[in-house]
């Protein structure tokens, strides 16, 4: 199992700003994972983050808007750039240990203005 | 579109009531797993199925996996309020990625 810490746990933004989420895991993984999930939706997978490589990014997101950190095998970085209303999301990460449950942070509700 | 579709997209009903939320794809997969989403919460995992046909009870809830494995479905058995959330199906691809489906958002009444 996996004890996510994901913070902040909420913010409002002004648009134009940028926004960094942390994720901290108590066990150190491989694989984490970057999820959106607008008002009302499911989760859609925004990028896979693997220590000592560079993210992979799902269809429709980009690492200019969406940034990658992940430094070692316990911690990952979200950064949210240049955010409109259209990024009030939200962003949850998650980790897994290949095909078995998957664990999740508490998630970070952002509302840009 | 979705690999994984599930329906209803919303429910409502009274407390002590019967709810059946299914998942369907056009594709086969190996297993699938159903998670319950609260508010303020990240999902959280109810069961996995593995095996065509199977069929997984955890208290009042029954999990059953399509013969063909393609479709799932989730029985809830006398609904309480604490059963109110958001409730995922989803499968694990060959790169351990999680591919949720759509959704189902249940309210149960007092």
């Known amino acids: 199992s996996a004890v996510i810490s994901q913070k902040p746990s909420r913010d409002i933004c002004q648009r134009g700003t940028s926004l960094t989420i942390q994720c901290q895991v108590d066990?150190?993984?491989?694989?984490m994972f970057w999820y959106r999930q607008q008002p009302g939706q499911s989760l859609t997978l925004i990028a896979t983050?693997?220590?000592?490589?560079?993210?992979?990014?799902e269809s429709g997101f980009v690492i200019d808007k969406f940034p990658i950190s992940r430094p070692n095998l316990t911690f990952s970085t979200l950064t949210v750039s240049n955010m409109s209303p259209e990024d009030s999301s939200i962003y949850l990460c998650?980790?897994?240990?290949?095909?078995?449950?998957?664990?999740f942070g508490q998630g970070t509700r952002l509302t840009v203005v | 579109t979705q690999l994984l579709e599930q329906s209803p997209q919303f429910l409502s009903i009274q407390e002590g009531e019967n709810l059946t939320v299914y998942c369907n794809s056009s594709?086969?997969?190996?297993?699938l797993q159903w998670y319950r989403q609260e508010p303020g919460e990240g999902p959280v995992l109810l069961v996995t199925?593995?095996?065509?046909?199977e069929v997984k009870k955890l208290k009042r809830l029954t999990f059953q996996f399509g013969d063909a494995r393609k479709d799932s479905s989730l029985h809830i058995t006398a609904a309480q309020t604490g059963d109110t959330g958001l409730y995922l199906c989803a499968l694990e691809d060959s790169s351990y990625k999680l591919i949720f489906g759509s959704g189902t958002r249940l309210l149960v009444r007092p």
């Open positions: 998650s980790v897994g240990f290949g095909n078995t449950e998957a664990f």
């Open positions: 066990s150190q993984v491989t694989m």
């Open positions: 199925v593995v095996t065509g046909g």
């Open positions: 594709s086969v997969f190996s297993s």
């Open positions: 983050a693997n220590q000592g490589s560079e993210a992979t990014y």
